[in-house]
Every structure is written in structure tokens, then in C-alpha cells.
């Protein structure tokens, strides 16, 4: 049976991995939370998945990569230093980070992608979420995989397009741009809305995540599959076969 260690065990996350590991055929090593030391967890589990903050992310691969452990990472709120640490480990350990692990946000990517690709620079792409009053991060990690892959449609970078910051005298909008809006309020575990806004029509798609339960079931399935495998950088669609 696969023995599975938790990087953030008392959050929302790490409480519904917690609930749903035995129903999945695992076993639950142990969890930290902040202060703890990921090398403890190390000894035991054949795989770690980490939902905890991004300032965690140094000491737990450093611990992942000195035990050859493989790890999921589903923390949000990265920038350019966590991915650089991430592919540094990814070329001893296997790696596989997501910001979302759902199936369904999985397909949505690919047919927001497939949309971009098809749809010309004149269809306005802007990327819409909501989250509970707790979230601290903003775009979501979600959000910005889908403002990924609807980049990769057009053949250009996010980074070259991503507008998150409006708000005063901002002028009109920039042809080819994608943007980002984010709403937190009550309890919503994750909404994201993809709008393809064309001259006189417009394309919505999207996906409604209606329990945390749904991103525990998609992470541990993901990290049995990652248990065992060659050290790489993998993503869901790996996982999943998209
Ligand atoms: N990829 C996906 O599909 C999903 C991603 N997420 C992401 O997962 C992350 C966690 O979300 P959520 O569970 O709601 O957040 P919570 O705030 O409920 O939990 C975060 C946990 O991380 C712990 N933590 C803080 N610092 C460290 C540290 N240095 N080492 C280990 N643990 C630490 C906290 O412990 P303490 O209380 O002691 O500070 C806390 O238990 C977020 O980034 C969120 O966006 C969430 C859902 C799905
Ligand atoms: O913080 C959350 O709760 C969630 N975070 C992820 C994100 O930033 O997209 C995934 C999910 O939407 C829930």
C-alpha cells in the first residue's frame, strides 16, 4: 500500500486528504504544518503532496530531493524563484505540480486551449474566479493555468498578455490581452469562467467545484500514480491521459 506524508496536514486541504486517503487504498504516514520538518516525513512515505503556502516549498523539496521522494505540489500563489526550484528538483525527483487537480479543470485547460487556438485575437479572452473569504492568492493558481492554456492556443506567453490589474482610468482594452478578475467571499471551494467575448457573441466556459473532496480524490490519485515514477516534471494531463 502506498504510505503518503502531508505538507500543510491541519489546513482545509490537508484535512480533506486526511479523510479520503484510507478510501483510496493508501495509507497516511503523517502531515506537518508550520515548524515541522519535512525530512520526518520523508523516512516513511512513498510519496508527499504538499497544500500548504509557498514559502514551504524550499525546505520540502530540499527534504524530497535529499530522500529521492517524489512529490505533488498543489500550493498556489507561486512565482518564477518556486518554479525554478520545482525544475531543479524535477531532474532528480518526479515532480508533479498543478493549480488544480480536479478532472474536471484538467479538460476544461484543453478546451480552452483548442478555443484560442481557433478563435482569432479579435475574440477578447478574460478568465473570471470566485473563492472562499479565506484565500490568499489572487489570481488563483487555477486562473492562471487556464490564462496558460488559452496563451498556448494563440502561440504566445501568458506573461506577454496577462492584465490582473485593472481598476481607475485604464483606458481601453489592449487587443490580444487576457484578463484576469477575482471575487472571495463565503464558502465557494472554487469557481472559474473562461469568456471568449467576440464582436456581437460571446463563448463562456467553465467549471463549478462544488467540495473540497473533489481536489482530494484528484491529488491522491495523482500521487499514487506519481509514486514510482522517473524523475520529470509532470503535470494532471499525465495523470489523466489528456
Ligand atoms: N491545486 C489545487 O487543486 C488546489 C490548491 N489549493 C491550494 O492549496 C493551498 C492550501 O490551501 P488550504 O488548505 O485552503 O489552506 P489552509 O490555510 O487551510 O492550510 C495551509 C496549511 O499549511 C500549513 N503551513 C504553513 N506554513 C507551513 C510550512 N512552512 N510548512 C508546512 N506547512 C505549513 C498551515 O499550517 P499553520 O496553520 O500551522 O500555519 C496550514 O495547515 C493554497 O495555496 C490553495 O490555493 C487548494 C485547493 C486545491
Ligand atoms: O484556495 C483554494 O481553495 C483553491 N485553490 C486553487 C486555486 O488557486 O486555483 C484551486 C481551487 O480552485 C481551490
Redesign the pocket.
Known amino acids: 500500500m502506498t504510505s503518503i506524508g502531508i505538507?500543510?496536514?491541519?489546513?482545509?486541504?490537508?484535512q480533506a486528504l486526511a479523510a479520503a486517503i484510507p478510501d483510496l487504498g493508501a495509507t497516511l504516514v503523517g502531515g506537518?504544518?508550520?515548524g515541522?520538518d519535512p525530512a520526518v516525513l520523508t523516512r516513511d512515505a512513498d510519496v508527499l503532496i504538499d497544500?500548504?503556502?509557498p514559502?514551504?516549498l524550499e525546505a520540502t523539496l530540499a527534504a524530497a530531493r535529499a530522500s529521492g521522494t517524489p512529490i505533488l505540489i498543489?500550493?498556489?500563489?507561486l512565482g518564477p524563484q518556486h518554479h525554478a526550484l520545482i525544475d531543479a528538483a524535477a531532474a532528480e525527483i518526479a515532480v508533479l505540480q498543478?493549480?488544480?487537480?480536479?478532472l474536471g479543470v484538467t479538460l476544461l485547460a484543453r478546451l480552452v486551449r483548442d478555443a484560442a487556438a481557433r478563435l482569432g485575437p479579435d475574440w477578447d479572452i478574460e478568465i473570471l474566479e470566485m473563492h472562499h473569504r479565506?484565500?490568499v492568492?489572487a489570481p488563483s493558481?487555477t486562473a492562471l493555468l487556464l490564462g496558460e492554456a488559452a496563451a498556448e492556443g494563440r502561440d504566445i506567453t501568458l506573461a506577454e498578455a496577462k492584465v490582473a490589474d485593472r481598476a481607475g482610468l485604464t483606458g481601453a482594452r489592449s487587443e490580444g490581452t487576457i484578463g484576469f478578475a477575482s471575487l472571495r467571499g463565503g464558502s465557494v471551494a472554487g469557481d472559474h469562467l473562461v469568456v471568449f467575448a467576440g464582436e456581437g457573441e460571446r463563448i463562456e466556459i467553465g467549471h463549478r467545484a462544488e467540495n473540497?473532496e473533489i481536489?482530494a480524490r484528484?491529488a491522491i490519485t495523482a500521487a499514487l500514480w506519481l509514486a514510482g515514477k522517473p524523475a520529470g516534471r509532470y503535470g494532471m494531463s499525465d495523470v489523466l491521459g489528456l
Do not use: E, P
Not at 505538507?7 to 490537508?14: D, L, N, P, Q, Y
Not at 498543478?98 to 480536479?102: A, K
Open positions: 505538507i500543510g496536514s491541519a489546513g482545509r486541504m490537508g506537518i504544518d508550520a515541522g497544500f500548504s503556502v514559502g514551504a498543489g500550493t498556489t500563489g498543478t493549480g488544480n487537480v480536479s479565506h484565500k492568492d493558481g473540497r481536489f484528484g
